[in-house]
């Protein structure tokens, strides 16, 4: 059989997949970033030097670009539910999957989801799971985290025959976070991979974190239109008991199928949260003194299981210089959800910047309410590759999707939908290296989850309908790819009311201007630098009353990243890497009142890689938040927290 598929994680394609400009370098690229830094070693991860463009990426523990898993144009799309493994939806109940499973993931969004099937508006998170190198290695991790505890990890590759692989690893993690708070977790995760032929595979994946102990972070609501004032950093101000414990599970069966011009996929998925406890606290009527209210909650343990599935089969069809492909998806999921039942907790008048601390009181837990989720999606779509014209890509999807609430205090609540949406996006080289592109896509997507400050915490509303248009070019600049592009993102606006009850608030529209420049400048210097300008506007029945400004709590008006990574020559084995991140002004409060200025944080790392005893051994070492800049954020549901302040992180990886 043909191992390197296996090994190389890029399934063979149809032989015209790759003619049109830009489908060809999106296939590269997503073969890539599924696989290309899986088949180095551990110590060799760069994120720098991984990604094509200023979108968003991560490799290992490092990420890098305008976008992330929790920010896309403004937006979640981990909250909107929009979750990939190797391409394939799951309804992830968990916060995040551990490094000992997850090689990297990347952002499909704009230029990105270019004939990605069945996009989604608020954009998607497509993880890898690490494979087994050409030579299969052991990688130790030794790392001293960025405000001290320590991570120690070990990751394991085996070939145990041709056809048959394991990548799997574990962790112990005490980490100290930027304000005070602090975590302790254990991880186990891998995968086995099995391919009998060169045309079908299998693999079985397992990720489980144990939380020994995670602190909830304080959280400040002003008692006006003012920020807090500055407060001494890294200082832990909460209560020791606002803490929870408990594991998260996830588990899933990938297989592919892929008979001469079909191709055939499965993703089977099993994912869990438990909670020992709920648990909040939080500064209420900050004064600019720093007086204020502190309060916390406790509630009983809470569940979250989820169960879903994707089902895909594409038929290719060659005519000549075009490949027509014809998606048929199915994608669905079942989820049980838990909240409800905390008390608050007044602890009386204090300063936000003076801790004291109390014992933790006894108090009777309210009753759970219960939350299930059904949702079946059926999708169709098409795709059109013609060499040298161009690539069109259309959907349809039908999703049936049933919300039922079972209340200890209320009747049921039963919210039944069933939504029919659209996809069409395109794209045509104009000559030159320039390419445009360009789509529309409706979506239904998940509603975050009320936060921990909120007085129904964990309660999700239901999911909602959303809308995305984009447009942009693609110019090749020899060995630099420049990307300019437009969007508007409509979704629902959920917040806290006066009584810091989360729901809906209005509607939002993300508009917005993008740009990114990456490559390598030269043999030694590799840059990756982008912008993006943001018009975020609000309406609804709050707006018109007053409530709330026509601009959403947390709104920024620009975002900037740059990277670079340089490797001497007089140097060898030395890299030195640069990053910049830059905001523009924030909203600070829900009406409007309050600025947040500007800030630029500056990041500086190094890494020295060297044999050690026929071992590849990587030392790097990085300071973040350089000039230790003090400033706050808003969040969409007006608290307050602040910058991560200076910090060194120092990590040892070596391949044995």
């Known amino acids: ?30 073969c890539v970033a599924i696989s290309g830094d899986a088949l180095a070693q551990r110590a060799a991860e760069n994120v720098v030097r991984s990604v094509s463009d200023a979108f968003g990426a991560s490799v290992g523990n490092e990420q890098i670009g305008l976008y992330s898993v929790s920010n896309v144009r403004g937006f979640s799309p981990t909250a909107a539910g929009n979750v990939r493994v190797e391409g394939l939806f799951i309804d992830r109940a968990t916060r995040d999957f551990s490094n000992r499973l997850i090689d990297g993931s990347t952002i499909r969004a704009g230029l990105a989801a270019q004939g ?8 998607i998170v497509d993880f890898s799971l690490r494979r087994v190198a050409e030579d299969p290695t052991q990688s130790v991790i030794l790392e001293r985290s960025a405000y001290g505890g320590a991570l120690v990890a070990a990751d394991l590759q085996l070939r145990l025959r041709d056809g048959l692989e394991t990548a799997f690893g574990v962790g112990y993690e005490e980490r100290e976070v930027g304000d005070g708070t602090n975590d302790k977790s254990l991880s186990a995760g891998g995968n086995i991979r099995y391919a009998p032929t060169d045309i079908a595979e299998v693999t079985v994946f397992a990720d489980y974190i144990e939380e020994l102990g995670n602190q909830f972070s304080q959280r400040y609501f002003t008692g006006g239109p003012w920020l807090p004032p500055t407060v001494t950093t890294r200082k832990f101000v909460g209560q020791p008991w606002v803490e929870f414990k408990g594991p998260r599970y996830n588990a899933g069966v990938l297989a592919s199928y892929r008979p001469g011009s079909w191709d055939y996929r499965l993703g089977i998925f099993h994912s869990s949260r438990e909670r020992d406890i709920q648990s909040a606290q939080l500064y209420v009527d900050v004064q600019p003194d720093g007086s204020a209210r502190r309060s916390s909650a406790l509630g009983p343990p809470t569940t979250l299981e989820s169960d879903s599935l994707e089902a895909r089969a594409t038929r290719y069809l060659w005519e000549g210089n075009r490949q027509h492909s014809l998606t048929l998806n199915l994608r669905a999921l079942q989820r049980y959800r838990d909240y409800g039942g905390t008390v608050g907790i007044d602890l009386g008048p204090g300063n936000i910047d003076e801790p004291v601390f109390y ?7 309210g009753e759970l309410t219960r939350e299930s989720v059904e949702q079946v999606t059926l999708g169709l779509s098409y795709d059109l590759q013609w060499e040298n014209v161009g690539q069109l890509n259309m959907g349809v999807q039908q999703v049936d999707y049933t919300r039922s609430v079972q209340s200890p205090d209320a009747a049921a609540v039963d919210v039944e939908e069933s939504p029919l949406l659209f ?21 239904f997507e998940e509603s975050p989850v009320a936060p921990s400050s909120a007085t129904n915490q964990n309660e999700a509303p239901p999911a909602a309908e959303t809308q995305q248009i984009d447009a942009g070019l693609r110019l090749a600049l020899g060995d630099l790819t420049a990307v300019a592009g437009v969007f508007e993102i409509e979704k629902p606006f959920f917040g806290l009311d006066e009584s810091r009850f989360f729901d809906e608030q209005g509607m939002q529209v993300n508009r917005g201007v993008e740009l990114s420049l990456a490559g390598p400048i030269t043999e030694t210097l ?23 400004a026509d601009s959403p709590v947390g709104a920024v008006t620009r975002s900037t990243t740059l990277n670079l990574d340089y490797r001497p020559t007089w140097a060898p084995g030395w890299s030195f890497d640069l990053g910049l991140t830059s905001r523009g002004e924030q909203n600070g409060d829900a009406q409007g009142l309050v ?5 630029t944080l500056l990041d500086l790392g190094l890494r020295r890689q060297f044999i050690l005893a026929s071992n590849d051994v990587v030392i790097r070492g990085r300071l973040t938040n350089v000039f230790d800049e003090f400033g706050w954020d808003a969040s969409s549901t007006s608290d307050y927290r602040y910058v991560a302040p200076r910090a060194f992180s120092l990590s040892l990886r070596m391949d044995i």
């Open 423 to 443: 996809n069409v996006t395109a794209n045509a080289p104009l000559g030159h290296g320039l390419v445009a592109y360009g789509g529309i896509v409706r979506g």
């Open 116 to 123: 990605y099937p069945l996009p989604a508006p608020t954009g």
């Open 1 to 30: 059989m043909n191992t390197g598929s296996l090994r190389h994680g890029c399934l063979p394609a149809p032989a015209s997949a790759a003619k049109t400009p830009l489908a060809g370098s999106l296939a590269l690229a997503v």
């Open 526 to 548: 590799q840059l990756v630098v982008g912008t993006v300008l943001y018009d975020v506007s609000l309406s609804g029945e709050a707006v018109d009353a007053g409530r709330l």
């Open 595 to 599: 600025d947040i200025e500007p800030r």
């Open 359 to 365: 014992d933790k009181p006894d108090v009777e837990f």
